[in-house]
């Protein structure tokens, strides 16, 4: 069974930094392409970030230069970095790893920035 669990959301305040964390198990996520996407209230799930099973990157407009998406598949993991974060940013962040159009989610961690 395949279960994706997410880490370090929380309060932080604009300009702050936050890392996200997100580790899989019951696949070989070296073969997967893995994302992150975020929906703030009232509004779609957006594409964050993602990164290909080869490691090329990609990034909405809104965080290029400020979000940094890596993956480490000996630990079947894959992390948002987030650098001065703004109030816009605040959303509930989900990580995906997607294969062959099949994707898996994980629960969601929520990020507000505010002070």
Not at 35 to 49: F, S, T
Not at 94 to 105: A, S
Request: aromatic share 10%; with cysteine.
């Amino acid at each position: 069974q395949v279960q994706l669990v997410e880490s370090g959301g929380g309060l932080v305040q604009p300009g702050g930094s936050l890392r996200l964390s997100c580790a899989a198990s019951g696949i070989i996520a070296s073969l997967y392409a893995m994302g992150w996407y975020r929906q703030a209230p009232g509004k779609q799930r957006e594409l964050v970030a993602d990164i290909t099973s080869s490691g090329s990157t990609n990034y909405a407009d809104s965080v290029k230069g400020r979000f940094t998406i890596s993956r480490e598949n000996t630990k079947n993991t894959v992390s948002l970095r987030m650098n001065s974060l703004k109030p816009e940013d605040t959303a509930v962040y989900y990580c995906n790893f997607r294969i062959y159009g099949t994707d898996y989610w994980g629960q969601g961690t929520q990020v507000t920035v505010s002070s």
